[in-house]
C-alpha cells in the first residue's frame, strides 16, 4: 500500500484499487462502465459516511482507496454514542439513494438503479455491511437478527442455486455469495 500522512491522517492507496484502475483502462464497452459507476456509488457511498463524520466531529485516522471503493478508519480514542454511530452508519446509503433519486431525476435509470442498489444492499443486516452493524449497535446478540441473516444467506444461496439451473453460473453472483457467507462465519 502506498499511504501518506498529512497532520496524523493518513491517505493511502492500496494494490488492489491500483488493479482495478488498470482493469477498468483495459476493459471497453458496456462492462467498463458498469465497473466504473459501480466504482462510483461506492466512493459516493463513502463519502456519505465520511461527511457524517466531519459533521459530528468525528475524526478519521485514515482514509483508503481499495479494490472495492474506499475504508475509512476513525480514530480509537474516540468514544462515541451508539445514536451517532447509527448516523454515520446510516449516511452511506442515505448518499446513495439520494443520488439515486436525483439521478433519476436526470433519466439516468441505469445509474440510478446501481446507487438504490448500493443502498438497499448496505442495509443488509450482515455482519461486514451497515444494516449489520447497526442490528448489532441496536440489537446486540439478538436471537432474531440471528434468524433474519440465516434466512437472508438462505435465500442468497438459493437465488445462486436456481440463477446456475436455469441458464449458468454468475460469477458476481457467487462470489458476492461466498463473500457474504464467509463474513457472517467468521465474524
Known amino acids: 500500500m502506498y499511504s501518506l500522512k498529512i497532520k496524523g491522517m493518513t491517505f493511502g492507496v492500496s494494490f488492489s484499487f491500483l488493479a482495478l484502475v488498470g482493469f477498468l483502462t ?73 443520488l439515486a433519486l436525483f439521478l433519476a431525476l436526470l433519466g439516468l435509470s441505469s445509474a440510478a438503479g446501481y446507487n438504490l442498489f448500493c443502498a438497499v444492499f448496505n442495509l443488509l443486516p450482515l455482519a461486514y455491511f451497515d444494516g449489520g452493524r447497526i442490528a448489532d449497535i441496536l440489537f446486540p446478540q439478538s436471537a432474531a437478527v440471528e434468524l433474519v441473516k440465516n434466512i437472508i444467506i438462505l435465500m442468497f444461496a438459493c437465488l445462486v442455486f436456481s440463477v446456475t439451473l436455469m441458464g449458468g453460473l454468475n460469477i458476481s453472483l457467487f462470489v458476492t455469495f461466498v463473500y457474504i457467507a464467509l463474513c457472517e462465519i467468521l465474524v
Not at 26 to 54: D, N
Not at 68 to 76: A, E, N, Q, V
Not at 82 to 87: F, H, K
Open 26 to 98: 483495459v476493459c471497453k464497452g458496456e462492462l467498463g462502465s458498469q465497473l466504473l459507476v459501480c466504482l462510483c456509488c461506492c466512493a459516493f457511498h463513502e463519502l456519505g459516511h465520511l461527511t457524517a463524520m466531519l459533521l459530528l466531529g468525528v475524526k478519521a485516522e485514515a482514509v483508503i482507496l481499495y479494490g472495492g471503493g474506499m475504508l475509512i478508519r476513525r480514530k480509537k480514542t474516540i468514544d462515541s454514542s451508539n445514536l451517532s454511530d447509527c448516523v454515520i452508519l446510516l449516511a452511506g446509503p442515505a448518499a446513495n439513494a439520494a
